[in-house]
C-alpha cells in the first residue's frame, strides 16, 4: 500500500508550523481561493485544488461532493508545499496528534472523529486523528502538471513537497484499496493554459522540515516536462548555501547540498522548452 509519511519515526513537531488536531474542520473558506480550476492571472501561478471523498460521499448519510478549487499563489514565482497550497484554496486541515501536518488526517472534516468507516476487518472504526490513519483508510496524495489528462501518486508528502504552478494538487479518500487499485481523484487534470510544450518545474527539499543543522547534508530534487535545459539558477543568500549552479539533468535529478554556513537558503531552479522558460524555488533553513 502507498502511503504519505512525510515525517519519519522520532521527529518532533515542526517548530512554527499550524497543525490542527483532533477538532472538525470548518466548512470552506470562502475567502481564499474560488471554486473551479485557475483562470486569469492564476493560470499558470496558481494550483488547482481537487478533493474527491470517493466513498466518504454519503457515507453516514453525510454527503461529500468533490471539490475543486483554484489555490492562487499571493507571491507568484514563490515556492509553496502542497499544505499551503491545501489552505491557500479555503481548504480545513486537520493533521495528527503523533506528526502534525506530516500526515494528513481530515479534510473538511472528513472523516468525522464520529462516522463509521467500513475498513476491511473493522466495520465500526472511528478516525480519531491521533496516530498515523491505518492503510485500509486514509487520504492518499496525487499531483499532476496540467498539461495532460493523469494523475501521479506522490512519493512526497504535502508538507515538504512543492507544487507545480498551473498544475493540479490531487487528494483522494482510499478506503480498502491497495498499491494498484488506490483510486485518483476523479476529475481530469487539465489546464487549458498550459500548452503542450510549456515547461513546468519543481523543487524540493529531501529533508523533513527543511531544516537542518549546520554540517549536515541534505538534498534538492527536481522534476519538470516539455523542458530541453535545466539550470541551477540562484542561490540566495549567494554564500553559504552550497554548491547550487550550472545544468542540471533533464527530466529530473537530485543533488546533495551541504551549507556552510547558518541562516534561510532559497534555491532557485530555471526550466527552458519551446513554450518558455519557468523558474521555481525551494528554501532550507540551517541551524
Known sequence: MR???????????????????????????????YAGICTGADALSGVTVVIDFQELDGNGG?????????????SPGTARTGIKALQDAGIAVTGVVQWGLGFVCRLEGRPSATENIPRTGNPTY?????????????????????????????????????????GFEGWSFSLN?????NPPPGVT???????PTNPTVSLSVNDLDRRINLGQTTSLTWTSTNATSITAHAVSPASGGG????????????????????????????????GGTVYTTATLTVQ
Do not use: F
Not at 129 to 137: H, I, K, N, R, Y
Not at 152 to 158: C, F, H, L, Q, R
Not at 177 to 181: L, N, P, R, V
Not at 190 to 195: D, E, F, K, L, R
Open 62 to 74: 453525510t454527503p461529500a461532493p468533490t471539490i475543486t478549487r483554484c489555490s492562487p499563489n499571493a
Open 3 to 33: 502511503r504519505i509519511l512525510t515525517l519519519l519515526a522520532g521527529l518532533t513537531l515542526l517548530t512554527g508550523t499550524a497543525v490542527a488536531v483532533g477538532t472538525p474542520a470548518a466548512a470552506i473558506d470562502p475567502t481564499k481561493g
Open 243 to 274: 554548491s547550487w549552479s550550472g545544468a542540471k539533468a533533464v527530466p529530473g535529478g537530485t543533488q546533495n547540498i551541504t551549507p556552510t554556513a547558518v541562516g534561510v537558503y532559497t534555491y532557485t531552479i530555471k526550466a527552458t522548452g519551446t
Open 189 to 195: 487534470p487539465t489546464n487549458p493554459a498550459v500548452g
Open 177 to 181: 484499496k491497495t498499491a494498484t487499485t
Open 126 to 166: 472511528k478516525e480519531q486523528c491521533v496516530v498515523t490513519p491505518p492503510a485500509q483508510a486514509y487520504w492518499s496524495y496525487w499531483h499532476a502538471t496540467g498539461a495532460g489528462t493523469t494523475w501521479t501518486y506522490s512519493s512526497y508528502g504535502a508538507l515538504n513537497r512543492n507544487v507545480v504552478p498551473g
